[in-house]
């Protein structure tokens, strides 16, 4: 699973912005329409909202809507932001009368886990937690050590519904890490659709386009390089929804063996690939998939593309680059 | 009997008075707006960073706005940007906080600081505020990690503490630069602290340091028994037991075959502190090493035994893999110093130097450790059982490690204000400062045999006066103002903090004594023997009779109405605090106070102007300023009902029929009823002079004249 962690802040800074290349471009050539951006952090990484075609006025309206949103999702999902819905969930066990985004979220959540066969999996968390503590120490824990962390996860003991989200086995705890940047690009570009925006860049650490940049290409997103943290493999254009899923982002060892996305299934980090970037219909659907894939490997993770009618773009530990036939890999290695 | 005790009830219905008087001020300070509500918006942050900058959207949680740079790749965070008075209002001398924009890039270094708003009297009209820019233009690029040094002006040295950044202070600001250094300090670093993952509670500005100059030639057993080096041996046995249970439980042949032999015996001793690594090193490799060092704090670890913490894999100068050091439950990083030198020392029997391993780790000064505080050392023992994959078991071994507190100089315990070092540093003053306030008290208090001789009484007034003029208000820089009173308003009211005193020590000691003063003497004491400008003016006065200048007097119902004006200034200055509070620090000006005595003339021509223009004025109507104008003095003077005695002496025949004191009094605070109005009255002793001298005061004259005719009329009759 995908912890983004206040350290890795600099790291996903200098990427995250990942259209931004593309709209900086745009937002200098195109003179037929001007372009609004606000930039921000928020789910510890950077966030930026792009609008164009607006008046400044509306536009920055729009942008005042955007960010709003976005700091709602934060009190509502952050696991960084003190007092949010979820870290009294996951502090008490059970939360009464839960808001819809965390009912939509665990519901992505489901059908990804089945479709993968359990290899995404929201209830990581404590896991997440035992292996960090313990690499905060300068040490790594043994099996035995880990396993009554292990024996924490488990989705299907985590029961949801409008009344109440709760977690039948104490201890517990949930992340929703790797659905919240993309939730939150589709909301956003919903209220952004809903004010009228129809052209608007929305990169909530994972990205969502409407319409076209001011010069009427691409919104274009820059894939980073996994080894290398100011460089890039490239650029991919963003016709809808993209999120990316890099050991990268946060590791525990300095090879990448022991990093922040785990395999629910051993306990383990996934050993294949170091970065993946999907596009699928929804942003918050690309974001699971990115880490569900990134946990597979390329040959499962293809079923599981396939199935949720995405496609994807990696670089193997190796080095090797892999990706589904239909990803636009024209500006790519 | 001179002092005359106005009683119970004239004291309750004073206190009453003084109670109603702060509550009415209180109450007003309510309509004042809110000053503490930071005042930026997004459109204001805009123009603070133009582009290529561009700002964020603002925290969620924190009154902090990213600052972004667009770069090839995207938008990079280059800081977070605060208003000071967010975090960490100190109120300076106006009694409103400093207001400036800080800047903290990611790394912890400072990006920029600027002024949005500030009342420093100093830096308001006096030095004006360019040196308060050039002052804050030191902050770029300073790390929050180092701990940020104000130095009188010109009395830097680079080369003396290199991690310790040393900056300019401003010269007659010394407290103001202070408050403001420790507005943006701290300030900062509680946004370091919630946003950059800056360790809590351990802030490098208040680490220890170790004492340069503690140190005795010790023995190793000797530092061993003190606890400056800590020893951590582990038999074979020991170890197995620590590995029974787990699966590398029996790999250890060579440990079974010897259950009593050692697995490991580890020596730590933190180098840096001079008793401990002078001792261990010897004298000039130790030196060598403080060089090197930079500062930091250093441990050497020695191992001998079968483990060492320097296996085939250790890498130098890496952070080592099977040692490290914790302190308050968090890592402190450190790393290998590639410092191979041996002992110097003979060490316990047993200890083998050639076949032990001695390595010197450097602490990072950004891990902020904390040499006074305990520290736990642990070694990793690692295990593996298989050829293939093997399987590794770890078990870990602590050893506490903490130095005595009478090594180091320990940081100002201050609820993190670092007043204690403010104290610290004008203790010369403050001693001076609390003799001349012993003396001058105890000199009033005998004010009898003060005055029992008008030469000598004469010399020590203006001995005082000159104390007062050059000392108090020149080199301590502790003229009383109106603009303390300001502060207080401001403390009394929502806002109120009554730290900011603290922070001047001789203007807090020079205030005191005042007050209490005026619950005994009135307002004389303050406004005739501590105030520099009251001292000024009378050696222009001295300098005016040497000149034989003519006085222009005033008749008394006119001198009655001069008093008033004084009140009136003191009004206006009250409405403007209270409710254009930002006008004050200008109408302020009134007073020749910051010309004359902070900044010793060197200002503008119209404030220096002003300022001889008053003391000329003085040299024609004694105390002219004082008299008439001074709002700080109308402040004494509105006070002074809360005086208890009436401690000038009177003869029945005062005020009719003799009139020597009036006409003596210089200050015009003697009635022709002979009636004293210490409200007027600047405690010059004059007239008590007179009245205990047979030469002088009329009466007595008159009686010994009288007694002395008498008694020729007497020696007659008898003849």
């Not at chain 2, 104000?150 to 503490?161: K, L, V």
């Not at chain 2, 050893?399 to 100002?412: A, I, S, T, V």
Request: charged share 20%; aromatic share 10%.
């Amino acid at each position: 699973m995908k912890t983004n962690r206040r350290q890795m802040l600099q790291l996903a800074l200098a990427g995250a912005g990942l259209g931004a290349a593309g709209v900086w471009a745009a937002s200098r050539e195109g003179r037929a329409a001007l372009s609004f951006r606000r930039a921000g952090v928020a789910f510890d990484t950077g966030v930026a909202l792009t609008v164009v075609g607006l008046a400044e006025r509306e536009a920055e309206a729009a942008l005042d809507a955007g960010f709003a949103e976005i700091r709602r999702l934060e009190r509502v999902a952050g696991l960084s932001t003190p007092g949010s819905d979820i870290r009294r969930l996951n502090a008490e066990g059970r939360l009464e009368r839960p808001d819809q985004a965390l009912l939509d979220m665990l519901a992505v959540a489901e059908d990804v886990h089945s479709a993968s066969g359990g290899a995404f999996d929201v209830t990581v968390q404590p896991l997440w937690i035992f292996y960090d503590s313990w690499a905060r120490r300068g040490a790594w824990p043994s099996d035995d050590e880990a396993a009554p962390a292990r024996a924490l996860i488990g989705q299907s003991r985590v029961r949801f519904d409008a009344e109440a989200i709760a977690f039948e086995r104490p201890g517990m705890g949930i992340t929703l890490n790797s659905l919240t940047h993309g939730y939150a690009a589709d909301r956003v570009a919903k209220i952004l659709a809903e004010r009228g925006v129809k052209q608007a860049f929305v990169d909530t650490g994972e990205m969502e386009s409407l319409g076209r940049p001011a010069n009427d290409r691409d919104w274009t997103a820059a894939v980073k390089h996994p080894r290398q943290p100011d460089a890039m493999l490239g650029t991919a254009p963003v016709t809808g929804c993209m999120a990316t899923a890099g050991d990268y982002a946060y590791t525990w060892s300095e090879d990448y063996s022991r990093h922040h996305i785990l395999d629910p299934r051993t306990g383990y980090s996934p050993a294949s690939l170091a970065c993946v970037t999907v596009i699928a219909p929804k942003a918050v659907v690309a974001d699971a998939l990115s880490t569900a894939v990134s946990v597979l490997g390329p040959d499962e993770g293809a079923k599981l593309l396939k199935h949720f009618d995405a496609e994807a773009y990696g670089v193997t530990k190796a080095g090797k680059v892999w990706a589904t036939p239909g990803f636009p890999r024209q500006n790519l290695a | 009997m001179p002092w005359n005790w106005a009683g119970p009830s004239g004291l309750v219905a004073a206190l009453t008075r003084l109670m109603a008087l702060l509550a009415a001020l209180t109450c007003g300070c309510f309509f004042m707006e809110g000053a503490r509500a930071s005042s930026l918006d997004r459109e204001a942050m805009n123009v603070l960073f133009p582009k290529p900058f561009s700002v964020g959207e603002r925290d969620a949680t924190l009154p902090v706005w990213p600052i972004f740079q667009q770069s090839y790749n995207g938008d990079v965070l280059v800081a977070y940007a605060f208003e000071s008075i967010d975090f960490e209002p100190i109120p300076g001398f106006s009694g409103t906080p400093v207001n400036l924009l800080v800047a903290v890039k990611p790394s912890g270094e400072l990006l920029d600081v600027r002024v949005l708003s500030q009342h420093e009297p100093v830096f308001v009209d006096g030095l004006g505020p360019e040196p308060l820019k050039d002052f804050l233009k030191q902050y770029t690029g300073k790390s929050l990690r180092q701990s940020i040094k104000i130095m009188p002006p010109g009395t830097r040295d680079p080369r003396a503490d290199n991690v310790a950044a040393e900056i300019d202070g401003v010269a007659k600001a010394t407290a103001s630069v202070r408050i403001i250094n420790e507005t943006i300090i701290n300030s900062a670093l509680q946004v370091a602290r919630a946003r950059l993952g800056f360790s809590k509670g351990r802030d490098p500005n208040r680490a220890a340091r170790a004492k340069p100059d503690v140190f005795e030639p010790l023995t190793f057993a000797q530092m061993l028994d003190r606890g400056y080096i800590r020893h951590l041996h582990l038999t074979n046995a020991e170890l197995n037991k620590a590995f029974a249970g787990t699966v590398a439980a029996d790999v250890d042949e060579e440990g079974k075959a010897d259950p009593n032999g050692t697995f490991a015996d580890v020596y730590i001793a933190e180098v840096d502190v001079p008793i401990v690594g002078r001792n261990l090193l010897g004298e000039a490799p130790w030196r060598k090493l403080m060089n090197q060092l930079d500062g930091a704090p250093a441990m050497l670890v020695l191992s001998s035994g079968r483990w060492t913490f320097m296996p085939d894999s250790f890498v130098p100068g890496a952070t080592p893999n099977f040692i490290a050091l914790d302190q308050a439950e968090a890592p402190v990083a450190w790393r290998d110093f590639v410092w191979r030198d041996s002992l110097d020392l003979p060490v316990p029997k047993g200890l083998d130097l050639a076949r032990s391993d001695v390595a010197i780790m450097r602490i990072a000064p950004q891990a902020a450790f904390d040499p006074a505080s305990p520290s736990e050392f642990s070694i990793r023992v690692l295990r593996e059982k298989g050829q293939i994959f093997p399987e590794r078991v770890t078990r870990d071994f602590k050893l506490g490690y903490g130095l005595p507190k009478n090594l180091f100089d320990l940081p100002p315990d201050d609820s993190g204000l670092g007043l204690g070092s403010i104290w610290e540093s004008r203790s010369r003053d403050i001693a001076i400062l609390g003799i001349g306030l012993i003396v001058l008290a105890v000199a009033l208090a005998r004010q009898r045999a003060l005055t029992h001789s008008p030469r000598a009484f004469k010399w020590f007034r203006l001995a005082f006066l000159a104390f007062t003029l050059v000392f108090i208000g020149w080199m301590a820089q502790a003229q009383l103002s109106i603009v303390w009173l300001f502060g207080l308003i401001k403390a009394l009211k929502c806002e109120g903090s009554f730290v900011f005193f603290l922070w001047d020590p001789p203007t807090l000691m020079v205030t005191i004594f005042g007050l209490v003063a005026l619950f005994i003497w009135g307002r004389g004491t303050f406004c005739g023997w501590l105030c520099p400008f009251g001292a000024l003016q009378e050696f222009a006065g001295e300098v005016a009779r040497l000149l034989r200048l003519r006085q222009i007097g005033l008749p008394q119902r006119y001198e009655r109405l001069a008093r008033v004006p004084k009140f009136i200034v003191l009004a206006v200055i009250l409405v403007t605090a209270l409710f254009f509070s930002n006008q004050a620090e200008k109408v302020a000006e009134v007073e020749p106070f910051k010309t004359s005595i902070t900044l010793i003339f060197l200002r503008s021509a119209p404030f220096v102007l002003y300022a001889v223009a008053l003391l000329i004025a003085g040299m024609f109507h004694y105390k002219f300023f004082c008299r008439y104008l001074c709002p700080l003095g109308a402040t004494f003077a509105a006070l002074s009902f809360v005086r208890r005695w009436n401690w000038i002496p009177r003869r029945k025949e005062c005020g009719s029929p003799c009139q020597m004191c009036k006409v003596k009094c210089r200050y015009g605070a003697i009635e022709k009823s002979g009636e004293i109005v210490y409200s007027e009255c600047f405690q010059c002793l004059d007239c008590v002079a007179i009245l205990d001298n047979p030469q002088l005061c009329v009466p007595v004259v008159l009686e010994q004249k009288r007694a002395r005719r008498k008694q020729k009329q007497q020696l007659e009759a008898a003849q």
